[in-house]
Every structure is written in C-alpha cells, then in structure tokens.
C-alpha cells in the first residue's frame, strides 16, 4: 500500500465524519535525519545519549583522528614558519644593495661589465628565489587548511536543533563509507501538522491560514498553527489530499506520533 494511502486511512478511522469542521491529524518531526561521518575511521566516542536535546552545530560522535591531528600540527608549524622567506628576502637584499652600489662603477668602466653582469644574475636568481619561498609558504598555509578539514571530518555534527532518536553505532565500530550513519535525530520545533483533507475542500484553503490545533496530550489547551503546505494532486483511493500545518513547538514540550484534532472550517 502506498505511504499516502496508509497516512490517510489512519487518519480517516481516526476521525470517519470528513466533511465536519474539526479533521483528524497526526503530528509529525519537521524532519528526522541519519547522522553520519564524512569519512571512514573507528568510531571514538559517542557523545550524545538516547533522548538528550542537542544544538545545531553540535559535534554529536567522534571518529579516531590520531594521524589527522598530527598532520595538522606538523602543517601548521611549516605554514608558520617564516625563516626561509625572511632568509631570502635578506639575501635579496643584500645582492640588491650591492648591485646599487656597483652600478655606477660599471657605467664608469671601473668595474668590469662581465662581473657585474654576473652580480646582476645572481639577483635576479636570488628574487625567484624568494617567489619561491613565498609559494611554498602559501602552499603550506593551503596543506594545513587540508590537514584541518581532515580533523573536522573525523567530527559528527548535527545540522539541527533537535532530540537523539537512537544511537545506531557504539564506539568501538569501524565506520565505512557504505554505512557512515551513527545515530537518529529529530528536529521537533516546529512539529508538522499532517491532516487528510476531502476532496470538497479542495480550492478553499490558502497558505498561511491560521488553524486551532488539539493535542491528545494536552487536550485543555488550543494549538495555533498555519498551513505551510498544500498536496496539488488528489489520492484517488482515498479521495483526499494533503494538508501540512507548521506548529510551533519551543522546548520539544509536545511530542512527535501524537494524534490530534485540527477546528477548521475549509469555506469560512
């Protein structure tokens, strides 16, 4: 059976009389999301617990990262490294000085044109000398930038704000490419209102409609969500279509999977 069909015959026993103004509905994570490791390794640590709120940003588990870390340090040290540039530039510019100094003696025909003509080569050898060193420092600082995404690859962070449905790894695990997820999260502020609307109220609900929301769990208190979106297709089994309301939900107080009541009057 498709996964529309069995949403909508959920939500129809729920609530048979349809074209009444108060619909069955079902809350439902904004999103819930695998989290895995952008590269291969031992799984390290798991950092998160089974239920614990986390940040977006959050580092959630932890690949071994021994010879990463240590390529790091080792990168950054030779991109910290100046002597060979200042080395050159000192070099340079005592060619330079002398090379000022021994011009006007070559124009005067004291000095011999073919030791200065040496001179004037070795300075020119020793600038591509210092474009060298200068590169090679460059490109150190770029080996270590390399070396320190290295790192943060070996890091699980969650994209979202959200709860640790299950840990799906333990530390200890070799982590591959071909299963790189280590546990489940779901994002529940706001939740996802999903309701099952008859054929008849097609064409009479707008985006952004404010719409009353009661929670099974909470059944003294009326809910405001808003409609975010609407299905564009009819289920011909069912003849219903679609309808996701956005409910703010701050703290993950209300839970995902409960059912619900949603007072709506589609032509008012």
Known sequence: MRPFLVWAALLLGLCPALAGPEKACLLTPKTTVELGAASDGLLDAMLVERGEIIKAGQTVARIRSWLEEAALVSAEARAGFDGTVEKRRAELDALQDKLDRKKGLAEKGVMAAEAYADLLVQTRVAEQALREARFDRTFAALEARRAGEAVRNKLVVSPVDGVVLQKLRSAGEFISAQAPAVLRVAQLDPLHVEVAMPLEAFGTIALGTPVLVRVEALPLEHLSAK????????????????????????????????RCQIDWQPNS
Do not use: C, H, M, Q
């Open 227 to 258: 409609v975010v979106i609407i299905d564009p297709a009819i289920d011909a089994a069912s003849k219903t279509f679609g309808v996701r309301l956005e409910l703010p939900n701050p703290g993950n107080r209300i839970p995902s999977g409960l």
